[in-house]
C-alpha cells in the first residue's frame, strides 16, 4: 500500500517569512495529493490539491508543487500570517475514477509563526 | 452548517461497551469515508461507501467495527466490546461527483475508553 513520509515535524517561522512542508510518497500509481489545515480541536480542512497532470498550483498565498519522477511533492506558504499555525497534513490517493480507496495521510507538521 | 456533521462529538465510555457513532454526509455526496486519528498523528482510513455499498476496508478495521450506510445518505459506525486503544478521533469525510477524490472532513466525534 501508500506509505507517505512528511517533514518536518515542526516548523518555527517568523511572521512575514516563507514556509515550506514536504512529502514524499511511495505508490508511482497515485494521482491526487492534497493538503489540509488542522487547528487544534477542530476538523482537518482542505487548503489546496494537485493532480498528477500538473507541476505546479497557486492559490493567493499557498502554493504546491509536484515532481512525479522524484514522488515528491511540497507546500509552500508565504508572507506568514499568525492565523497560518495549525498542523498542516498532506495525503495522497489513487484514483481509478471507478472508486477510490483512502487517503493516506502524512504524519503531519506542526508550523508555528512566531510574532 | 451544510458540512459533514458527526454525532456525538464527543463519547465517554467504560472498556467492553459498545459505541455508535453516526455522520451525515455534505447532501448528495454519494462517497462517505470513516478515518481514525490518533494524538499526533494524521488520519487512518478505515472504510469507505460508495451510496449504500461499502467498497473499501482496511486492515485497522477489527471485526469489532462495524460500519453501514442503509439509505445511502447518513453511516453509522459501531464499536463492539471496546478497548482502551480505540481512543482516537472517529473522522467522517464525504465526497462526489467528477471531483470525487475531494474530500470534506466532518468535525469528528472524540472517543475515551476507559
Known amino acids: 500500500g501508500e506509505n507517505v513520509e512528511q517533514h518536518p515535524s515542526t516548523l518555527s517561522v517568523q511572521e512575514g517569512d516563507s514556509a515550506v512542508i514536504k512529502c514524499t510518497y511511495s505508490?508511482?500509481?497515485?494521482?491526487?495529493f492534497p493538503w489540509y489545515k488542522q487547528e487544534l480541536g477542530k476538523r482537518p480542512q482542505l487548503i489546496i490539491d494537485?493532480?498528477?497532470?500538473?507541476g505546479e498550483k497557486k492559490d493567493q498565498r499557498i502554493a504546491v508543487t509536484l515532481n512525479k519522477t522524484a514522488k515528491h511533492f511540497s507546500l509552500h506558504i508565504t508572507e506568514t500570517q499568525p492565523e497560518d499555525s495549525a498542523v498542516y497534513f498532506c495525503?495522497?490517493?489513487?484514483?481509478?475514477?471507478?472508486?477510490?480507496?483512502?487517503?493516506?495521510f502524512g504524519k503531519g507538521t506542526h508550523l508555528i509563526i512566531q510574532p | 452548517d451544510t458540512g459533514v456533521s458527526q454525532d456525538p462529538r464527543h463519547k465517554i465510555t467504560k472498556r467492553g461497551q459498545n459505541v455508535t457513532f453516526r455522520c451525515d454526509p455534505i447532501?448528495?455526496?454519494?462517497?462517505l469515508y470513516w478515518y481514525r486519528q490518533t494524538l499526533g498523528q494524521g488520519p487512518e482510513f478505515l472504510t469507505y461507501f460508495q451510496n449504500e455499498a461499502q467498497l473499501e476496508k482496511s486492515r485497522l478495521l477489527s471485526d469489532r467495527f462495524s460500519a453501514e450506510r442503509p439509505k445511502g445518505s447518513f453511516s453509522t459506525l459501531e464499536i463492539q466490546r471496546t478497548e482502551q486503544g480505540d481512543s482516537a478521533m472517529y473522522l467522517c469525510?464525504?465526497?462526489?461527483?467528477?471531483?470525487?477524490?475531494?474530500?470534506?472532513f466532518g468535525p469528528g466525534t472524540r472517543l475515551t475508553v476507559l
Open positions: 505508490d508511482s500509481a497515485s494521482n491526487y
Open positions: 494537485i493532480r498528477s497532470n500538473v
Open positions: 469525510a464525504s465526497s462526489w461527483g467528477i471531483r470525487a477524490d475531494t474530500q470534506y
Open positions: 447532501s448528495e455526496h454519494n462517497r
Open positions: 495525503a495522497a490517493l489513487l484514483y481509478s475514477g471507478g472508486g477510490a480507496d483512502g487517503l493516506t
